[in-house]
RNA sequence: GCCCAUGUAGCUCAGUCGGCAGAGCACAUCCUUGGUAAGGAUGAGGUCACCGGUUCGAUCCCGGUCAUGGGCUCCA
């Protein structure tokens, strides 16, 4: 992280500026020799006083004000120099396509977009010409000029110019001033900053090119959009180019085919999943593990139908706030039915079968409970976006008095379990009332309280999403960062005291009156197929021993060793190691690369010299080439199944 | 749902400016019995997504449907 201070200092009537270069001092004699300085260092904007402002603006910073050199290793400097990329890829569109109109080109997260309004939708041989013009446009090396001027006189500017959508942005903004950034004969309105000059920007990528509705809304306007990004030197492009690559290598939808995990099938439908046998047993091995907690941490594990009277979801009020994520009721015998969208009433149906005390809570039910929701066809996307999916659900049902200590119980609980599928950073998010919403202003502020003081009692650092609660409750979501660093929503802890009062659920006091329990909603994985879709993109197809679908192939160099083979696989099977037997008619290396490809963490090769000895030393070889042993076979299954044990 | 692109063998992709369709891998059979990431030969496999139109003739051109992919939140 490269930073520079510059303070000014006056002294003796003229002005010396102080500069702090990554903690060094530097003596400037004055706001050019400043400037040069912070050129030199990379530095292309600057911060005066907490605002963002143009390089140039070092001649009339005032004095003792606080100035910050912008480079693009922070994030401030990477969206200004993004930003002015944009503005050049504008001037380039301008130039090759004269008609088209201007709308918005922000820099974002890892790049930079500009929409555009043209009449022919840009072809991947349009962004190439635009690319190499932005190119020429770099070289020229002309300077950004801002000018400033009324609102007014923007208007009628822009107006003349016939930009609608320039025109339509100046009429929403409150400013009486506005600014406009020139480069090269090219005028757009911006708030700035911007680099210098166009020269500024090194290494430059038009990546793809995309509809969007004017202003997101679906309404409007469908214009192009191109996406682009832009670094400080060819080489940094050229990493993120790879890890573009990197990621498309790990797509989930790839290794799904590649390693036969999993299939969707059109004549079944959009946004459903077939898991295949290689993908079964690693979602079984996940449900085993995920039970076998749960019932360690005292939850009871429940199954409910996948269907149930329209009615109940009334009751629920999902028919009032979900419905536009709920299929159509079907008729039953004059009666209507619906697909269910969530587990929750069903649970809350378990609950009430029996009069409850508060000696009994909290209660806690658990299910992996297959939901159906309504996801418009241009939304699915393999298995991280599908129509029916399977949740790790459960509901807790508590005192008021053990809501507390219960959250601070499921954020352990969540982060020990997703800590074991090798995740083990996260971005966890509390998220408050939002503007659809039920109960009242009280019951809200009581649930957000609990939870933040759970997450402050963890020491958890969160981030605060306003509005982006559920109708019925506060949440804590937890995004989960995987090994290239990408972050995933999966877990989600949700307080709900609207179910409880729309179900009259209760539970007998200490009192002998009647109280209504808190309940809470909590997903740890989220969905499985969401789940498993990011852990074949974190693992990159390569499970760690625990999950993979075979966990040793074993492989005979000739046919003379298949028997004593067949017996060193089988005695793997007996003890619950996931043995595979290659005995094809191939030769050793041959075998050994197919089990590569297919992942398999280890192999064993039985020939002349195993079959002699009978399986006292047997060498295994790991799927990246190393090989370890040599182990008695008893050795070998300790070994494995230790390794399976400790889920690494 | 909307915009654009794509849909050819199980997979990855050629190809036909309209004339009965091709490669590599995978698969099958045979030869080879080979010690740590591809041995050889032969063969099978396609309603060119689906429906309709134009045409003597359509996988190719046109229209529709379905599916898949990129996007539709990041405010001058």
Redesign the pocket.
Known sequence: MFRTCLKQVPINGGIEIRLLIDDKEFQAAGPAEAEKLLKQKGAFAIIVNGEPKDLSFIQSVPADSTVQGLTFESKEGKAIYR?ST??ILAHAVKELFPDAK?A??????EGF?YDFDVHQ???PENLEAIEKRMLELIKKNTPFKRKEMS?AE?LETFFRLGETY?VE??E??Q?ET???YEEGGFT????GPHVPATGAIKAVKLL??????W????KRK?L??I?GTAFASGKDLKKYLELLEEIKKR?H??LG??LDLFS?N?EI???LILWHPNGAIIRKTIEDFWRDEHMKADYKLLYSPHMARLDLWKKSGHWDFYRENMYSPMEVEGMEYEIKPMNCPFHIAVYKTGLKSYRELPIRYAELGTVYRFE???????LMRVRGFTQDDAHIFAREDQIGEEIKKILDFTLFILNTFGFENYDIYLSTKPEKYVGTEENWKISTDALKAALDYKGLKYEIDPGEGVFYGPKIDIKVKDSLGRAWQCSTIQVDFNNPERFDVTYRGDDGKERQPIMIHRALMGSLERFFGILIEHYAGSFPLWLSPVQVDVL??????IDFAREVACALRQEGVRAEENF???????K???S??RKVPY?V???????EDGGAAL?L?K???E?IGPFTLSALIDLLKQEIKIRR
């Open positions: 930003h944009a503005h201007f918005i080109g922000p820099a974002i997260e977009y939708p840009f072809t609102r923007a320039k942005l100046l929403s903004m400013d506005v600014s406009t757009d309105l911006c708030r793809s090119v995309a509809g969007a509705y202003r997101g809304d679906e469908m192009q959009r996406y797509d939808r790839r085919r590649e969707i059109e439908g959009a946004g418009r066809s241009g939304v699915l996307h393999g005979t160099i000739a046919e003379r060793h094809e008619n191939e030769k050793i290396g041959y050994i690369r197919q590569a490809m192999s090769i039985i020939g002349d010299k195993e079959v060498s070889r799927k990246s080439g090989a």
